[in-house]
């Protein structure tokens, strides 16, 4: 009876958690495992400074509903050897990666994207146990070694040395998870074969669901057949997949030492589920919407669209589903209109599966058709869900880009569904009202009443596109404010402004990005130079002082600091960075830009600064030196400076600096500039200070 009770309790919370879901953040008390990992030493090149980036980056969960779930597996796994288990503690990775990995001192980093994919909790016991393995097995030191310091030509003789021992260890860590763990434990081993299959098609969508026109098509219009493909292309067999290039072993040979090692292992008092069902359903749920706010975070707005189509079918009143396909198709509608589609999507021919017909379709829309698309789902979820203030914002925001960018009005939509023969149409009157009951006022609001648009033969798809929506008064409200606008902006547009003063005397401070290029002909930085980038904050934040500025930056040593609720604020900071970096620019709404209303209360401000600096040596002859050498043969007096030009190294210096209020999407200053000189330093500071002074002011110094 209680346990009836208890499994209806829990079920009914994970229907609440997935419909109401908002982006996860860490809970309980901040692990100590954090303060040693922000504090990784600087130089020490091993594992430990991925670790760092993904704290500082603000990926790592911990003390969640899933962290929980998965320690209760590992509880299992490892329930004869306390003193080991007392070392190892479970972290998930906020990465719609199929992965998980370990380190030397027992952490286990679990992938969103592997929680979001698997079948079972025996399939999640097998990877957990393979990664304990690695930990109890001391593999990690090996796979962490980067020292070695090799030249080009011994770098696939190593590759081929590193790969085929990591293969080796990779066997072994599914070895002791079968024979250590999993064969002491409660977990079905019958069901093992799952999570190779899981491993092998990792790339793929949650599902695979045809593409159902009614998602972008009504009854009022329909797009062309050439916006779909006639069949899609299968799924490719992965088994045989060459692993010479590859850390771990092909999948077909570790399934089949796998199925070697259970051979025989009987299955009685075993179970698929050792955990409620339901906690796993609801866990893997949690998960997968966690994967969809990470895809929109990233901007692959193909894949987000289509994953929450998927779990749309399965959670048909999710609000979150909802706004997450409408995010897709803004993000979507943006970049054709401003950008690089090819930066969002990724090129139909390279997908396999039903997610290939979602590809191609997008890719088929044309900007108008983007933009109406989006328009549209974004009207009829506010519809649903009027209290979100997310889809007004994206809404005027469509409004603007269909009339400015586009060149839409009013009249270019059609009150008639696509197919319609115009002479059938009887046109309406819209002469005043003779009833003298009416006051004037009443018969100039009718006299003023919007004609219905007739289609005419140059009408195509997107002209139909608005139908059901195009009568409403809230509509021609918004398409008119949004021309007014337009024409106001266009009018002012040719008017040179002085830029306003800065809105807030508070600035979030990005870590700066200081490259150091050892040679000018390569495209890769050696590193991005933990020593410069110090100076460079330390630049900024003498410069902001100043000006009056309060700058709130962020160092390792901070963060080790934290509290859980500090932290959860930073890594919504971060990825709103994120987001707006990936966002090349174009100013748009951002998929979570009110989570900017805690950020701001935790730092006093939405508005953050960009810098970055590259550096790289000049060509030993440049112009500049030729033409002292000269100037020095005609005049002995500009020896001196033509041998210093010699003596002291010159660098190529580029500068940038971005201040953005993220809560908005403005853009508030953008600026760059570079430099040839030995003294770049002193160019450097006086650039971050200039354009500082010119933000604070709002006039060039």
């Known amino acids: 009876m209680w346990v009836a009770l208890l499994c209806t309790f829990c079920f009914a919370n994970a229907q609440s958690d997935q419909k109401n879901f908002k982006a996860l953040v860490s809970q309980g008390p901040i692990p100590s495992d954090f303060a040693k990992i922000a504090v990784t030493d600087k130089d020490q090149r091993d594992y430990n400074v991925l670790l760092k980036y993904l704290v500082m980056e603000g990926d790592v969960l911990y003390g969640t509903k899933l962290n929980k779930y998965l320690d209760v597996i590992v509880d299992n796994l490892m329930k004869d050897d306390p003193v080991k288990r007392s070392k190892v503690h479970v972290y998930i990775v906020k990465s719609t990666s199929v992965n998980a990995y370990s380190t030397s001192s027992g952490m286990l980093f679990v992938d969103m994207g592997l929680l979001a994919q698997v079948s079972n909790e025996s399939e999640l016991a097998f990877v957990l146990?393979?990664?304990?393995?690695?930990?109890?097995?001391?593999?990690?030191?090996?796979?962490?070694?980067?020292?070695?310091?090799?030249?080009?030509?011994?770098?696939v003789e190593y590759c081929m040395k590193y790969h085929t021992r990591s293969r080796a260890q990779e066997l072994e860590a599914d070895r002791v998870s079968i024979e250590r763990y999993l064969r002491q434990s409660p977990y079905s081993l019958a069901v093992l074969d799952g999570i190779f299959d899981v491993l092998q098609y990792s790339d793929l969508p949650f599902d695979e669901v045809p593409f159902d026109k009614s998602l972008v098509e009504t009854d009022f219009y329909r797009f062309p057949e050439n916006h779909y493909l006639k069949t899609v292309t299968p799924i490719?067999?992965?088994?045989?997949?060459?692993?010479?290039?590859?850390?771990?072993?092909?999948?077909?040979?570790?399934?089949?030492?796998?199925?070697?090692?259970?051979?025989?292992?009987?299955?009685?008092?075993?179970?698929?589920?050792?955990?409620?069902?339901?906690?796993?359903?609801?866990?893997?749920?949690l998960a997968r919407l966690e994967c969809l706010h990470i895809m929109l975070n990233e901007h692959r707005y193909d894949h987000a669209f289509y994953n929450a189509y998927v779990l749309r079918r399965v959670h048909p009143d999710n609000a979150f589903i909802e706004q997450a396909m409408v995010g897709a198709l803004y993000g979507l509608s943006k970049h054709k209109n401003y950008g690089q589609v090819s930066d969002v999507t990724e090129a139909y021919r390279d997908v396999e599966g039903e997610m290939q017909q979602t590809s191609y379709f997008l890719s088929r829309l044309s900007k108008q058709e983007s933009t109406l698309l989006a328009l549209r789902a974004a009207w009829k979820a506010r519809e649903k869900y009027p209290e979100n203030r997310y889809y007004q914002e994206v809404i005027e925001d469509l409004m603007k880009d269909l009339v400015s960018n586009n060149k839409m009005k009013y009249t270019d939509f059609s009150d008639y569904p696509m197919g319609t023969n115009p002479d059938t149409i009887k046109v309406e009157e819209t002469s005043a009202p003779q009833d003298s009951t009416i006051n004037k006022y009443?018969?100039?609001?009718?006299?003023?009443?919007?004609?219905?648009?007739?289609?005419?033969?140059?009408?195509?798809?997107?002209?139909?596109?608005?139908?059901?929506?195009?009568?409403?008064?809230?509509?021609?409200?918004?398409?008119?404010?949004?021309?007014?606008?337009?024409?106001?902006?266009?009018?002012?547009g040719a008017v040179r402004r002085k830029s306003k003063p800065a809105e807030s005397k508070n600035l979030i401070l990005a870590t700066p990005q200081y490259f150091v290029y050892t040679n000018r002909r390569t495209s890769l930085a050696k590193a991005v130079d933990e020593k410069f980038s110090e100076q460079l904050r330390k630049t900024l934040r003498h410069s902001a002082r100043r000006l009056g500025l309060n700058v709130v930056s962020y160092t390792a040593k901070d963060i080790s600091a934290f509290s859980t609720e500090q932290y959860n604020q930073y890594a919504k900071m971060q990825q709103f960075i994120y987001e707006y970096l990936q966002s090349d620019g174009i100013e748009m709404v951002y998929a979570m830009s009110h989570e900017m209303d805690e950020v701001q209360e935790l730092t006093g401000t939405s508005t953050?600064?960009?810098?970055?600096?590259?550096?790289?040596?000049?060509?030993?002859?440049?112009?500049?030196?030729?033409?002292?050498?000269?100037?020095?043969?005609?005049?002995?007096?500009?020896?001196?400076?033509?041998?210093?030009?010699?003596?002291?190294?010159?660098?190529?210096?580029?500068?940038?600096?971005?201040?953005?209020?993220?809560?908005?999407?403005?853009?508030?200053?953008?600026?760059?500039?570079?430099?040839?000189?030995?003294m770049s330093k002193a160019y450097v500071d006086a650039f971050m200070y200039e354009n500082l002074y010119y933000y604070v002011k709002g006039e060039k110094k």
Do not use: W
């Open 236 to 285: 490719s067999n992965r088994a045989d997949m060459v692993d010479t290039l590859f850390t771990h072993p092909n999948i077909e040979r570790r399934r089949t030492a796998a199925q070697s090692l259970v051979a025989g292992i009987p299955e009685t008092g075993r179970s698929v589920f050792v955990q409620p069902e339901a906690l796993f359903n609801e866990v893997r749920d």
């Open 608 to 678: 953050v600064c960009f810098t970055a600096v590259r550096r790289s040596p000049t060509s030993f002859v440049t112009y500049g030196k030729i033409q002292n050498i000269l100037l020095s043969a005609m005049c002995p007096y500009f020896f001196l400076p033509a041998a210093a030009e010699f003596a002291f190294p010159r660098y190529d210096t580029d500068m940038y600096m971005l201040i953005v209020n993220l809560a908005s999407g403005k853009t508030l200053l953008i600026s760059r500039d570079g430099y040839e000189s030995a």
């Open 442 to 492: 009443a018969r100039i609001r009718q006299q003023n009443r919007l004609p219905k648009v007739i289609p005419n033969a140059k009408f195509k798809t997107m002209n139909y596109m608005l139908v059901d929506i195009h009568q409403d008064p809230d509509f021609a409200d918004l398409m008119h404010k949004a021309v007014r606008r337009s024409e106001e902006e266009s009018a002012l």
């Open 129 to 155: 146990g393979h990664e304990i393995a690695h930990y109890t097995e001391n593999h990690v030191p090996q796979t962490e070694d980067f020292k070695d310091s090799l030249k080009e030509r011994d770098r």
